[in-house]
């Protein structure tokens, strides 16, 4: 049964930096488009950035353009996302999820219904 479980979120000032973890189970995410998604209180879940299978190709929503970067380690099957200069509007749960198959060589998706598995989220808190 594939996994992905996030971690690294907490509490942090404006102009403060975090680094987000994807850990995967169960699924090489070498082989599939993985994306970052963020939900906010009383709004709809949103795509932060994502990287295609094996070419890397990224994709980043215009919020967090700059700011973020999203990676991949295929020695740990893991996707990081390093956040800098995060704002209070940053503040949301953060998600990892792997694309539904075919993989698509170069190409990402940065909306929900691409994606097949999903993390339990972290939570990014940034507040003085």
């Known amino acids: 049964q594939a996994q992905l479980v996030e971690s690294g979120g907490g509490l942090v000032q404006p102009g403060g930096s975090l680094t987000l973890s994807c850990a995967a189970s169960g699924l090489t995410l070498d082989n599939y488009g993985v994306g970052w998604f963020r939900q906010a209180p009383g709004k709809e879940r949103e795509g932060v950035s994502c990287i295609s299978g094996m070419i890397g190709n990224t994709k980043y929503a215009d919020s967090v353009k700059g700011r973020f970067t999203i990676s991949r380690d295929k020695s740990k099957n893991m996707v990081y996302l390093q956040m800098n200069s995060l704002q209070p509007d940053d503040t949301a749960i953060y998600y990892c999820?792997?694309?539904?198959?075919?993989?698509?060589?170069?190409?990402?998706?940065?909306?929900?219904?691409?994606?097949?598995?999903w993390g339990q989220g972290t939570q990014v808190t940034t507040s003085s």
């Open positions: 999820a792997s694309e539904r198959p075919p993989l698509q060589l170069g190409v990402c998706h940065q909306i929900a219904s691409a994606y097949s598995f």
